[in-house]
């Protein structure tokens, strides 16, 4: 069984400075992806940005970037230039490949960007 | 915009009364999944539909009875719920071969009394 783990239940930022939201996911399975969702006060689960376990290099959408880490199966999530937008609960997610495979999702972080 | 959309967006009920949840897609997936998300606990996976097949039903009390009459809608019908199955239900879509990531709908918030 796969598990996710968010360890941050809560963080804070300064407007336009960067902040960073670990993950780390516990798996035997040697093809995956790793997915962040946003989800603000609206309640729209939002996908921010994928990345294929089997792809080195880091995968980067504007402002947001990840550091996966395979061997130390980390998947953090870098936020640049934080904006008061940015403020949500953030999830982390995991999924093995195959058609029939379903997310894992972690506990969640959130995160407020302070004026 | 996802491209995936629920209606009501907002459900209040009796433990007596019998309603339904509506989901829609239009992205051309093919599986569908209802979730259920309380305050303060993990998103818990409810039903998943691939090909309006039912593929997987985790442990959901019969009081909620999903319905998948073809791969672009999802139904959730409640009958006599309990004020603990007061929660926001999240309805998502995927294709089922190459790309893995879900697309949610904006969910509707169900409030039993």
């Known amino acids: 069984a796969q598990t996710v783990t968010q360890s941050q239940p809560e963080m804070s930022v300064q407007e336009a400075e960067t902040v960073t939201l670990s993950c780390t996911y516990d798996?035997?399975?040697?093809?995956?992806?790793l997915f962040w969702y946003k989800q603000p006060p609206s309640r729209q689960m939002i996908l921010v940005i994928r990345?294929?376990?089997?792809?080195?290099q880091n995968a980067t959408e504007n402002r947001f970037s990840v550091n996966f880490q395979k061997a130390a199966k980390s998947f953090s999530l870098k936020i640049s230039d934080s904006q008061l937008g940015d403020t949500a609960m953030y999830f982390c997610?995991?999924?093995?490949?195959?058609?029939?495979?379903?997310?894992?999702f972690g506990s969640g972080t959130q995160l407020t960007v302070l004026p | 915009e996802t491209g995936v959309t629920q209606t009501p967006r907002h459900l209040v009920m009796g433990m007596t009364n019998k309603k339904s949840l509506k989901c829609e897609q239009h992205?051309?997936?093919?599986?569908m999944y209802w979730y259920k998300q309380s305050a303060k606990k993990p998103l818990e996976l409810m039903f998943v539909?691939?090909?309006?097949?039912?593929?997987e039903n985790n442990s959901v009390p019969s009081r909620f009875s999903p319905e998948c009459p073809n791969s672009s809608h999802l139904f959730l019908h409640l009958h006599t719920l309990q004020p603990e199955d007061s929660a926001l239900y999240l309805c998502?879509?995927?294709?089922?071969?190459?790309?893995?990531?879900?697309?949610f709908g904006p969910g509707t918030r169900l409030t039993v009394t």
């Open positions: 539909y691939n090909f309006k097949e039912q593929t």
């Open positions: 990345q294929e376990a089997y792809k080195q």
């Open positions: 798996t035997s399975e040697n093809n995956y992806y």
């Open positions: 992205l051309g997936h093919n599986a």
């Open positions: 998502a879509s995927r294709r089922t071969s190459g790309r893995y990531e879900q697309y």
């Open positions: 997610a995991f999924v093995p490949s195959g058609s029939a495979r379903q997310l894992t």
